[in-house]
């Protein structure tokens, strides 16, 4: 991972298993967000592969990574709802984009996925009109429209409150268990790692690779290196 001459990582090597709620943790300036980028197909690594199952994605022509790309959903730290449509309207786009499926199908798709966030009624609602959870909710109704199996999140807590946030962290518990869909997600918040992940990879800015990989409590609880420690502690180190 290289901006120019600036590396970011380097020698990552790591594998998501099905139905993982996968963290990408790392104290600012690791690279998390550029590893998404790589692994949504935003921006091609300098060097190695990214496989789902047995395709390299990088290698691959244009259609199948476009295939790949409609078995996933984003929802990016700020929500990115289109402002001018409604909740509705920006629920729709991909259904419209991606499927033949009629008007009324969708209409009936979009109620259903707002149903499964808690937003049922708000369909014709602007993103102005409703708070910031809500409008992650709403996000969320946007990403899993065409029922992806792998779900990647961007600092989902990023500007919510507490309860909010845990609001956001049940959802995706939820959603992991009903819909058995993979998740992947990029934060720093500790009480969203310790909630909701099962597996993990630790990314450090000083050495520019992963120093770390497993479930998040496991390593805050084991590890011997201090670097894990105090980043899953927030620095309050029990000496034993």
């Not at 998501?16 to 980028?37: A, E, Q, Y």
């Amino acid at each position: 991972m290289r901006y120019g001459d600036l590396l970011i990582q380097k020698d990552l090597s790591f594998q998501i298993n099905r139905g993982d709620i996968f963290i990408i943790m790392g104290g600012s300036g690791c690279g998390k967000s550029t590893l998404l980028k790589h692994l949504i197909g935003l921006k091609k690594p300098m060097a190695g592969t990214v496989h789902y199952g047995d395709v390299n994605f990088w290698e691959s022509d244009e259609s199948t990574r476009m295939t790949i790309m409609k078995r996933i959903g984003i929802l990016y730290q700020q929500g990115a709802l289109w402002s001018s449509m409604t909740l509705a309207e920006n629920i729709a786009v991909p259904l419209q984009e991606y499927t033949e499926a009629d008007p009324v199908t969708i209409q009936e798709t979009v109620a259903l996925k707002l149903a499964l966030v808690g937003l049922a009624g708000f369909e014709n609602f602007y993103p102005a009109e409703i708070s910031g959870g809500m409008r992650k909710r709403a996000a969320l109704a946007r990403a899993i429209a065409l029922d992806p199996e792998i779900l990647f999140f961007d600092e989902p807590s990023a500007g919510l409150d507490p309860v909010s946030a845990k609001l956001l962290d049940d959802l995706i518990l939820e959603l992991s268990k009903t819909l058995g869909t993979t998740v992947v997600v990029v934060t720093h918040d500790l009480d969203s790692i310790f909630a909701i992940g099962n597996n993990s990879i630790f990314l450090d800015p000083e050495t520019k690779t992963s120093i770390a990989r497993g479930n998040p409590v496991e390593l805050r609880d084991h590890s011997e290196d201090p670097r894990i420690r105090t980043f899953l502690t927030r620095g309050n180190m029990k000496l034993e």
